[in-house]
């Protein structure tokens, strides 16, 4: 029998990304594994949604960092770039880039998000909000509980979401 995640990875491989977030929030139901909070953040950032991808890449690293996990901390820092970037926080993916950097400065895709960020980054005008850096290197411990309560179907009360999340500026026209 297949499992979840195994089900997860080869709809992603298929590019049927809502399946596959499907499948992988089975799989988290069973454990709240980085892996498969990376995935299925990257399936989230697949289909335009930033907010859920950031989300579980924050868990993703604070599951990687529990775990004491190096190289899943900059693979999640690393969605967690591409969300931030996505929702317009380019100053703030620009800080998640240089933690990636130093965490595994040969993370696949990392040159190319840095090219790319940095590149909007410097075509946006001084004072503009996307520049901004409010995003800390280790989310808030907040958001693992508002994506277990997510699983669990439940709803966890506004005081209780990390801030990073609720912070957000207009996405930019990159």
Same mark, same amino acid.
């Given at each position: 029998?297949?499992?979840?995640?195994?089900?997860?990875?080869?709809l992603?491989?298929?590019?049927n990304?809502?399946l596959?977030i499907?499948?992988?929030?089975?799989?988290? @139901?069973?454990s709240?594994?980085?892996? #498969?909070l990376?995935?299925?953040?990257? %399936? $989230?950032?697949?289909?335009n949604?930033?907010?859920?991808?950031l989300?579980?890449?924050?868990?993703?690293v604070l599951?990687g960092?529990?775990?004491g996990?190096?190289?899943?901390?900059?693979?999640a820092?690393?969605?967690r770039?591409?969300?931030?970037?996505?929702l317009?926080?380019?100053?703030?993916?620009?800080m998640?880039?240089i933690?990636?950097?130093?965490l595994?400065e @040969?993370?696949?895709g990392l040159?190319? #998000?840095?090219?790319t960020?940095?590149? %909007? $980054?410097e075509?946006l005008?001084e004072?503009d909000?996307?520049?901004?850096v409010?995003?800390?290197?280790?989310?808030d411990k907040?958001v693992?509980?508002?994506?277990k309560?997510?699983l669990?179907g439940?709803e966890?009360?506004?005081?209780?979401?990390?801030?990073?999340t609720?912070?957000q500026?207009?996405?930019?026209?990159?």
């Amino acid at each position: 029998m297949t499992s979840h995640a195994d089900r997860g990875a080869s709809l992603m491989a298929a590019k049927n990304y809502p399946l596959a977030i499907d499948s992988y929030t089975q799989a988290l @139901k069973t454990s709240l594994s980085p892996v #498969w909070l990376i995935q299925r953040s990257t %399936a $989230y950032q697949r289909t335009n949604n930033h907010t859920a991808a950031l989300k579980d890449a924050e868990a993703g690293v604070l599951q990687g960092k529990e775990r004491g996990k190096r190289d899943l901390i900059a693979q999640a820092q690393l969605r967690r770039a591409v969300a931030l970037f996505r929702l317009g926080r380019i100053g703030d993916a620009r800080m998640v880039l240089i933690w990636v950097r130093k965490l595994n400065e @040969k993370e696949k895709g990392l040159g190319m #998000w840095v090219e790319t960020v940095t590149k %909007a $980054y410097e075509a946006l005008p001084e004072d503009d909000d996307g520049r901004k850096v409010i995003v800390e290197e280790w989310p808030d411990k907040r958001v693992v509980e508002e994506v277990k309560a997510q699983l669990e179907g439940r709803e966890v009360a506004a005081e209780a979401a990390p801030s990073a999340t609720l912070k957000q500026s207009p996405p930019s026209s990159s």
